[in-house]
C-alpha cells in the first residue's frame, strides 16, 4: 500500500489547496460561508461517493482523473476527502492505485467509480477494475478494507459471481435492519444483489433492473423514512442527465419518477450521490467547469429537496455551492471562487524572469524567438526555471504572461515543493492572436525555502507563446513586538556611556548616548518604543531620535527613578516614527538625570 501522503496547511497537490474564505451574507450582521463550486480542485476527481461515519465527519471517495489528460481508461489513485462543515475540505490522501492489485489488468489504469460501507468496525472500499487486458470483458468488484476511513487500505480480493461485462460503479447500501446490499451496472444494464456477511461475497441471485427508463451507469441507492430511491445516469445523447426511481424494496421494482440533474458543464457523463449530512440533504456530483474537459472532472455539491409526498426536486447547479453547517476548520482546499477571481492580493513580493534569462532553460522542441518561448504546442515541450526564491517555504503564486490563437490551452506546472508529485493544471484562453501578449494566468504552486527551487511548465496541450514568469511570495510578516537587548551587537554607545553587564550606564553624562540599528520598522508608520531601566535619580530624561521622524526633532522621554541603579523595574514607553523595512536606527541620547538601559522593545501596529 502506498503511505498516505496528508497535505499540511495548506496542500501541494494539483491545482490549488490554499483556502480562502468565500463568504456572502444576507446582512452585514449574518455572514455565511459558502463552499464554491467545485468543491475538490487539488487534483481532477469524479464520480464522488458520499458517506457519513461515526467520527461525526463526511468523507468523499471519488475516482480520479489523472492530468495530463490520458482519458478516462487510465484513471488511477483513489484519494479520499472529509470535511466537519461542507466548505472547509481536507484531502486525506492517496489510498489505493491499480499497481496495489494483484489480480488486476496488467497494464493498470481502469479504475472508476468506486464506493465505501463500514460494519462491525472494518471500512470497505469497493472499486471497479478488470482482471485482464480483454478489460470489458474481465470487470470485477475489487475490495479493500481498513480500520480507519481513510487510510491503510489493503486489497483483500473481489466479488464473486457477478457478471464479467459492464460491470461497473459499485454502489453498496445498508438498510435498517443492518443488511447489506451491492448495486452495479453500465452500458445500459443495472445489477443489484445482497451482499452476504463476509461483505465479500453474495447472497441470493443477481437481479437485473429492466424496468429503469433509460438507465446508462453510476447507481446510487439511498433510503428515506420507508422509502427507496435509485438514481442513475441515463443515455441522453451528447451529455448524460441524472435520473430516479424508487422502490418500497431495495431490490424493486423500481418505479421511474424523473430527472433529478441536467447535463453537467462540459462534461458529457454524470455521476453523482445523495446524502444527509446535519439535518440537510445534498447531492454531490462531477462537472470539467475548471479544465473544460471531460476527462479532467471536478466534484461539486448543492442542496437537494424533497417534495411532501418523497419526489425529489430538480437540483439546481450553482457556483457558490452550499453553506457552512459548522465552525471554519483546517483544510486543503481553496474555493473555485478565489480561483476564478485572482483572490491572491497578499502575494506582493515579486520576482519576474525573462524568458531569455540565465536561469531559463528550455527543451523537446520549445524554442526561443526574441524574448519570448514558443512551440509550446509540441509535445514534451517544456520550460523550467531555477534558482527560484520560494522564502521560507509553502505557498508560492505563478503567473504566466503569454499569447495564444488558439481557443484554450493547459500547461502542466511542476514545483519542487509539490510532495505529491501530481503536477499542477494552469489554464491559458486564448488571445486572439500569437502576437497578441495580453494573457495573464495565475495559479498557486508549493515551493521549498531558500533558493534553489525549480518550476518546470510542461506544454503539449495546446500552444501558447511566454513572454515572462512571474513567481509572487507573500512578505514574512515581522513580530509585532521584538526586544533589542543592550548586550546586542547592533548597539553602539558614545560620549560617555558604556556597556555593562549587559546594560549601558553613565547616561547621566552631557553628550552621552547609545544607537540600536537594524530596527525593523514594518510597513512603516508610527510604532511604540518601550525602554526597561532602572535609575536612583528622582527623575531623567532622554531625547529620542528614530529613522522616520522626518521632523529632526526628536522626541522627548520622562523616565521616573525606580529606587536604585539595580532595579530595573522601570518601563516607558511613547510612539515614534519609524521608516519601512529593517534598516531603522534609534538614538537616545542622555545628559539629563541618570538611567542605566537594559533593553528597548518597539511594537508595530499590526
Do not use: C
Not at 525602554?531 to 528622582?538: E, K, L, P, Q, R
Amino acid at each position: 500500500m502506498r503511505k498516505k501522503l496528508l497535505s499540511p496547511f495548506l496542500s501541494g497537490t494539483m491545482l490549488l489547496s490554499v483556502l480562502f474564505g468565500f463568504t456572502s451574507s444576507s446582512s452585514a450582521d449574518d455572514p455565511v460561508t459558502l463552499s464554491g463550486n467545485p468543491i475538490i480542485t487539488s487534483i481532477f476527481t469524479a464520480d464522488p461517493s458520499a458517506h457519513v461515519w461515526d467520527d461525526g465527519r463526511i468523507y468523499l471517495y471519488p475516482s480520479h482523473d489523472i492530468f495530463p489528460s490520458r482519458g478516462s481508461d487510465l484513471m488511477d489513485k483513489y484519494h479520499v476527502f472529509s470535511s466537519d462543515n461542507m466548505v472547509d475540505w481536507v484531502d486525506e490522501g492517496e489510498i489505493l492505485r491499480a499497481d496495489d492489485v494483484p489480480w488486476g489488468r496488467p497494464e493498470g489504469g481502469f479504475m472508476w467509480a468506486p464506493d465505501a460501507a463500514y460494519k462491525n468496525g472494518t471500512y470497505y472500499f469497493y472499486f471497479p477494475h478488470p482482471s485482464d487486458s480483454n478489460w470489458n470483458n474481465s470487470w470485477k468488484i475489487g475490495v479493500a478494507t481498513s480500520n480507519k476511513p481513510a487510510e491503510d487500505f489493503t486489497v483483500q480480493g473481489y466479488i464473486g459471481g457477478l457478471p464479467g461485462s459492464n460491470l461497473i460503479d459499485p454502489n453498496v447500501f445498508r438498510d435498517d435492519d443492518g443488511t447489506y446490499y451491492l448495486y452495479a451496472g453500465g452500458g445500459g444494464v443495472s445489477y443489484g444483489v445482497k451482499l452476504a456477511a463476509d461483505m465479500m461475497s453474495i447472497e441470493g441471485p443477481v437481479k437485473q433492473f429492466t424496468e429503469l427508463e433509460d438507465f446508462h451507469e453510476a447507481t446510487w441507492v439511498f433510503k428515506r423514512g420507508s422509502l427507496y430511491y435509485l438514481t442513475y445516469a441515463d443515455g441522453n445523447p451528447g451529455a448524460n442527465r441524472m435520473r430516479y426511481a424508487t422502490s418500497n424494496s431495495p431490490l424493486g421494482p423500481w418505479t421511474n419518477r424523473g430527472i433529478i440533474l441536467d447535463p453537467v458543464y462540459n462534461s458529457e457523463t454524470t455521476h453523482g450521490s445523495i446524502v444527509q449530512y446535519k439535518g440537510n440533504w445534498y447531492l454531490f456530483y462531477h462537472n470539467a467547469q475548471i479544465s473544460s474537459n471531460g476527462t479532467l472532472r471536478s466534484v461539486n455539491v448543492d442542496r437537494l429537496y424533497f417534495n411532501p409526498d418523497g419526489t425529489i426536486q430538480k437540483v439546481v447547479q450553482t457556483s457558490n455551492g452550499v453553506p457552512a453547517v459548522g465552525p471554519r476548520s483546517h483544510a486543503t482546499e481553496i474555493k473555485y471562487y478565489d480561483i476564478i477571481n485572482n483572490n491572491y492580493s497578499e502575494y506582493t513580493q515579486k520576482t519576474e524572469f525573462a524568458m531569455n534569462a540565465s536561469n531559463v532553460t528550455i527543451g523537446g522542441g520549445a524554442t526561443r524567438s526574441g524574448g519570448n518561448i514558443e512551440n509550446m504546442h509540441t509535445q514534451g515541450s517544456y520550460i523550467q526555471l531555477s534558482g527560484i526564491n520560494g522564502g521560507t517555504g509553502g505557498k508560492a503564486l505563478l503567473t504566466v504572461l503569454y499569447s495564444s490563437g488558439d481557443s484554450g490551452t493547459a500547461f502542466k506546472v511542476d514545483a519542487s515543493g509539490d510532495t505529491s508529485a501530481e503536477g499542477y493544471f494552469l489554464s491559458l484562453p486564448g488571445t486572439g492572436g500569437w502576437g497578441n501578449y495580453t494573457g495573464r494566468t495565475n495559479r498557486l504552486i508549493d515551493l521549498n525555502s531558500g533558493t534553489n527551487n525549480i518550476i518546470r511548465l510542461g506544454g503539449g496541450m495546446g500552444g501558447a507563446n511566454i513572454s515572462r514568469v512571474i513567481v509572487s511570495l507573500i512578505p514574512n510578516a515581522p513580530p509585532l513586538e521584538t526586544e533589542y537587548p543592550m548586550s546586542g551587537s547592533n548597539v553602539s554607545v558614545g560620549g560617555g556611556a558604556v556597556k555593562s553587564s549587559g546594560s549601558i550606564e553613565n547616561m547621566h553624562i552631557p553628550g552621552s548616548y547609545f544607537e540600536v540599528t537594524g530596527i525593523n520598522g514594518g510597513a512603516g508608520g508610527q510604532a511604540l518604543l518601550t525602554i526597561v531601566y532602572a535609575s536612583a535619580d528622582n527623575q531623567a530624561t532622554v531625547k529620542v531620535n528614530a529613522s522616520g521622524d522626518s521632523s529632526g526633532n526628536g522626541y522627548s522621554l520622562s523616565m521616573p527613578g525606580t529606587g536604585g541603579w539595580s532595579t530595573y523595574t522601570g518601563r516607558v514607553s511613547r510612539l515614534i516614527d519609524l521608516n519601512s523595512g529593517a534598516n531603522n536606527v534609534i538614538r537616545l541620547s542622555g545628559g539629563m538625570g541618570g538611567t542605566n538601559v537594559s533593553r528597548i522593545i518597539v511594537t508595530l501596529n499590526p
